[in-house]
T-cell receptor, first 109, second 113 residues
Framework: GIQVEQSPPDLILQEGANSTLRCNFS?????LQWFHQNPWGQLINLFY???GTKQNGRLSATTVATERYSLLYISSSQTTDSGVYFC???????????FGTGTRLQVFP | EAGVTQSPTHLIKTRGQQATLRCSPI?????VYWYQQALGLGLQFLLW???????NRGNFPPRFSGRQFPNYSSELNVNALELEDSALYLC????????????FGPGTRLLVL
């Protein structure tokens, strides 16, 4: 089945810094989503982005489907950005979302 | 517009008992998905229901089962609970199909003693 790898596994930033999170996947995808899981476990949908580029405030994402990777950019990070960021994909051969292992982000004031 | 809701928020059971978890999707969504997030194991796909039918299931034993009702809400049942079933169970909904954006509920934390 499709494999999903995220990097880095952990990221520690000071408030105001920028960061880039990466998601590599092993097959063509028909769905790719980025999520933020807050400390209470809630998964917040950030982007639906199987291809192309999207921006939402301080966050943006780019998926290069032909090269099988996606990037999540966080600019001017805030303490509320702390949590775990997951990439999840489904491929044309699987009827389910496969989650990466996540990037744990900690932002300190 | 109301999001995905789940109940209960927390559930404590003993080994061997049965647990029932409930999920109400976003209005207009016909697909409901269940995921398990156990400590150290990441998010694992459990089940996908659409239009009352089970469309796909993950690599879990048959004691994990569920159903979807005519109003598209869903139940997840876990029989013969084992200690390792302790986890956060997340429900998501989408318009029909896995290609659509999935929106998640707040989860049910199940603790098996």
């Amino acid at each position: 089945g499709i494999q999903v790898e995220q990097s880095p596994p952990d990221l520690i930033l000071q408030e105001g810094a920028n960061s880039t999170l990466r998601c590599n996947f092993s097959d063509s995808v028909n769905n790719l989503q980025w999520f933020h899981q807050n400390p209470w476990g809630q998964l917040i949908n950030l982007f639906y982005i199987p291809s192309g580029t999207k921006q939402n405030g301080r966050l943006s994402a780019t998926t290069v489907a032909t090269e099988r990777y996606s990037l999540l950019y966080i600019s001017s990070s805030q303490t509320t950005d702390s949590g775990v960021y997951f990439c999840a994909v489904s491929s044309y051969n699987t009827d389910k979302l496969i989650f990466g292992t996540g990037t744990r982000l900690q932002v300190f004031p | 517009e109301a999001g995905v809701t789940q109940s209960p928020t927390h559930l404590i059971k003993t080994r061997g008992q049965q647990a029932t978890l409930r999920c109400s999707p976003i209005s207009g969504h016909t697909s409901v998905y269940w995921y398990q997030q156990a400590l150290g194991l990441g998010l694992q796909f459990l089940l996908w229901y659409d239009e009352g039918e089970e469309r796909n299931r993950g690599n879990f034993p048959p004691r994990f089962s569920g159903r979807q009702f005519p109003n598209y809400s869903s139940e997840l049942n876990v029989n013969a609970l084992e200690l390792e079933d302790s986890a956060l169970y997340l429900c998501a909904s989408s318009l029909e199909g896995v290609r659509e954006t999935q929106y998640f509920g707040p989860g049910t934390r199940l603790l098996v003693l």
